[in-house]
């Protein structure tokens, strides 16, 4: 081909081999690693998907975890792989009668669990409700509340978490399986396996999921070391989170971190299964109701009045 | 056929002043889009306004909006093929490149939004988990990539022809271009339906989400061709009857008159109802517990609607360019604004717990968004460029020998 | 013979009616088929007061007077605010134990009798483990305190608390 040279208003000489070199070489220059990235890890790029792992690739994943978590947060990180309590479905009882909205149940979790400081992630939170105005549309709540002592004459507290619904809505919505439900209820995320497509968060009708928008930040005095793979290791950035009724506890016979902290022991936790356990006697003996029941997600967190 | 493609590859760089321009200009926009998108790799999505409360925005705005516009090339393909209606048949073809470039702009949005991107293989099935059938996000990966396809395989089957100096087929083109009029619908649907499922959202959680998706689907995407096939007609050799945009005008008008009936059956059935579900309309078009951020965008939306409706009914006023275009520009701003931020933000508002949250895009949200309709305007410029000398018969195989 | 038949006929029919009413019977027997053991046995431990402690250090050898009064010599930091129109110390006070209404005499790491006379639907929810803070095991051995850990029996009304802070608005998290 011969050589066109096109003469132009401007009297720039471009050949039109040059421009497509040019243009090849500006791509080929974007394939060079961008400055934060070092040589190509394929391990974890190619974990495979939680429930798919024998018990043994499990354990390699976990040792490798456990090795990357305790290089980056300077501290020697446990994490379990305890499978669900056979003949056990988690159930959880919420007192309104004695809730105080002192919030020490958030404080409590996000100790626990390891939720990012900056920026700020607190799985639970608590709604102030005017005594007397309507109140299960929520859209009267008010989370912000500030006053310099609680209980506040005329107001009532709810503390909302994920429900760990029989029905989860999330589970539905999620496009890769990230996210399900085990078989003591309790709806987990694969930390390693979720995209990011907050398609969950959109789907869940109770606020209960919480994005790491960037990398989550926990001071190392701070962090709790005894994990669980499903539960409260600590998150990447660009990953969804939310409660777990304290897996790393509860499938180690412990009550979550918000039960026991609750200075006025408003939260009541067991054994649904279980005819002797103190949530099937709140259910069978108070008035419990749950939120938004209307939409069939059949949560497994039960308000009440115990008075 | 390899020289021919060779040599229309070669004419995508060769244009005038104007032409180098605009690439210039493109590539300045892309170029900011992807240094904004680097830092939002490395930072995380936190540098967006989107959080917990409202935890879609711009993005997935931009993409609703370019999945209409990509369903929407089916409307030129049913006259074209199925009532051989001579004059739209001629730009069905840039009625298809519209619709792989929306699509390609759409995969570019999902990709922008993710939170860990390079994860994104485990949507997939065999090699991932997909949750098929219960997600319809899987769903939709499903049939965007297999519209994408067909739109692909269509245009190039027609450049190949058109390289022989052949017409096209029908008996071998006609099963796959049936199969993508309903594919067409579909894919809207679906993405309406990636909304419509959850009673957590009850803004979205409405039958007539769907149906309002496919009405404004139908205004926005022939409003866009309107103005490229103008462009396109201006800069290059390619004949386009006027008959042909008029058809499509008075298409744009039964469609933005469903789409005015659609929204005034929601105003109605919520405002009158007046129960808690009224509170995501009320915020959009009168401001909720004194926040109203989105309330002169909706209001201008809605005169725009209703003004571009006007113009596109009238028939005098179709065949005048001036206010056709000026109807087409005021339709396309209309629809991006009612399907983008008036549609994903106000179904976050108020939030499941009661709380309200003003999503206000950041400089970075915008700039990365620009940067990927900038690609899609090059993507389709230099497709334009690639093809045209093929489709006008300038660029055959015979003339080259 | 046509009367005697119908009599004994109806006879038959309200017998009939009766047994198939409801057993209303049946839902009492549940309450009082609970296990009088239902006291719970783990519980946790607790500092035992050093001060006045055992009451008859003075009380074996100073005289009683039962008359309702305002105390000036001893015990002046309490100030009851319980049903104190009703009741005064020796209502519930009796030596180095406390006194039942029944005249019966419990030591004090069985308080919660004494304040389960009045407060029984509590008592009841107490042992069934439903009322109060919960640590321990859900599915071992449960953690029990006795009303006196969380409530002062003089003035049992509970002060309220600085709460902790409130989160941060979405639109300051950067």
Known sequence: MSKEIRKNPLEVKLPRRSFMKGLALGLAGTAFPLKNADAFDWEPFLQKHFREMSDEEIKGVITRLEKEASLEWKKNISISAAKALPGVKFGYGLDLSRCIGCRRCVYACVEENNQSRTPQVQWITVLRFKKGEKWTDLENSDKDYNPKQVPEKGFFYMPVQCQQCENPPCVKACPTKATWKEPDGIVVVDYNWCIGCRYCMAACPYGARRFNWSKPNIPEKELNPETHYLGNRPRYKGVVEKCTFCIQRTRAGKYPACVEVCPVGARKFGNLLDPKSEIRYIIENKRVFRLKEDINTEPKFYYFFAT | MITVLFKALGRTVIGDVRYYAWLAFLLVVIGLGANAYLQQLDRGLIITAMRDQVSWGLYISNFTFLVGVAAAAVLLVIPAYLYNFKPIKEIVLFGEMLAVTAIIMCILFIMVDLGQPMRVWHLLPLVGTMNFPSSLLAWDVIVLNGYLLINCVLVMYALCRFVQGKEYKLSLALPLILLSIPWAVSIHTVTAFLYNGFPARPFWNASILAPRFLASAFCSGPAIMIILLQVIRKVSKVEIDDKAISKIAELIAYTMGINLFLLGAEIFKEFYSGSIHKAPLEYLYFGLHGKTMLVPWMRTSLVLNLIAFVIFLIPKARENFFALNLGAVLVIIGVYIEKGMGLIVPGFIPDSLGGIYEYRPTMQEIIITAGIWAFGALFYTLFSKFIIPVYTGELTVKKTE | ?174
């Open chain 3, 1 to 174: 013979m046509r009367r005697s038949e119908f009599l004994c006929a109806m006879a038959i029919a309200v017998i009939i009616l009766i047994l198939s009413l409801p057993n209303g019977a049946k839902a009492k027997e549940d309450v009082r088929d609970e296990p009088k053991n239902d006291i719970p046995k783990l519980f946790a431990p607790r500092a035992r007061p050093t001060e006045n402690f055992p009451c008859s250090k003075c009380h074996s050898y100073r005289a009683m007077d039962r008359s309702k009064r305002k105390l000036v010599e001893y015990h002046t930091g309490i100030e009851l605010k319980h049903a104190e129109e009703q009741r005064w110390c020796y209502d519930c006070h009796d030596g180095d134990k406390l006194r039942l209404q029944n005249g019966q005499l419990v030591p004090f790491d069985k308080s919660y009798y004494l304040c389960g006379q009045c407060h029984g639907t509590i008592f009841r929810d107490w042992k069934a483990g439903v009322h109060g803070k919960r640590t321990g095991a859900w599915n071992g051995e449960k953690l029990y305190r006795l009303c006196v850990s969380c409530h002062d029996p003089h003035q049992p009304k509970f002060k309220p608390l600085e709460p902790k802070q409130p989160p941060m608005k979405s639109e300051d998290i950067k």
